[in-house]
């Protein structure tokens, strides 16, 4: 009986980690981490968010897909330090800023939420790197829409399809559920893969 109820479980777990995955190959996020959880540096973080933001609308608004979005970021990485560095009290302070994947755990944000998983992420890390986080997505440039149903709209133009769309916008206890099953799976599978690669629980 036990190993009947684990394989469901398991069964149903690919299907989420299946839909997670369709979600994450439409989009880019964009992952900003402070120097540390003091509010001076809390408030420079999103300065240099909004410094990063601003560039990337232009550097992406002729994108048409992520594949020609991620294309771009990479070919303008030097643009982009160059704005969050402008952004910095100090000119001295260390930034960093890659393209890559990354893991993350599920995310709520104010009008919609991303299942946890692998997303190829522009990662921002100023100083040190040790204070709290910054999350959106920046392709399609959802982190900007100014309502619902704008931001509906992008995801639309980004690639999302009817039933993406549904789920991160979705504030059913269903999708929270599933979205914390995805999460349970994944730890679970980290710890037979050595313990190290379960997704990071949601905050």
């Not at 601003?54 to 992406?60: F, G, N, S, V």
């Not at 594949?67 to 930034?95: C, G, M, V, Y």
């Not at 993406?164 to 999460?183: A, H, M, N, V």
Request: glycine share 8%; proline share 4%; hydrophobic share 40%.
């Amino acid at each position: 009986m036990a190993l009947i109820v684990l394989a469901l479980f398991f069964s149903a777990g690919t299907s989420l980690e299946r839909t997670q995955q369709g979600i994450a190959q439409n989009l880019i996020r964009l992952h900003v981490v402070a120097a540390s959880d003091s509010p001076e540096d809390q408030a420079v973080k999103l300065q240099v968010r909004d410094a990063v933001l601003r560039e990337t609308q232009c550097i992406t608004a002729e994108a048409n897909s992520k594949a020609e979005a991620a294309r771009l970021l990479k070919d303008n990485l030097d643009k982009l330090i160059f704005s969050a560095a402008q952004a910095l009290p100090d000119p001295d302070q260390q930034l960093n800023i890659t393209l890559q994947r990354e893991l993350f755990g599920t995310r709520y944000y104010d009008t919609f939420a991303l299942p946890g998983g692998y997303y190829d992420t522009l990662r921002i890390v100023i100083g040190p790197g040790e204070g709290k986080n910054w999350w959106c997505v920046v392709y399609p440039q959802m982190c900007t829409a100014a309502s619902m149903d704008q931001q509906e709209a992008i995801a639309a133009m980004g690639g999302l399809d009817e039933t993406q769309r549904g789920i991160i916008s979705s504030t059913e206890p269903e999708y929270r559920l599933r979205f914390r099953s995805l999460e349970l799976l994944e730890d679970i599978l980290g710890w037979f893969r050595g313990g190290s690669e379960g997704i990071p629980g949601s905050r």
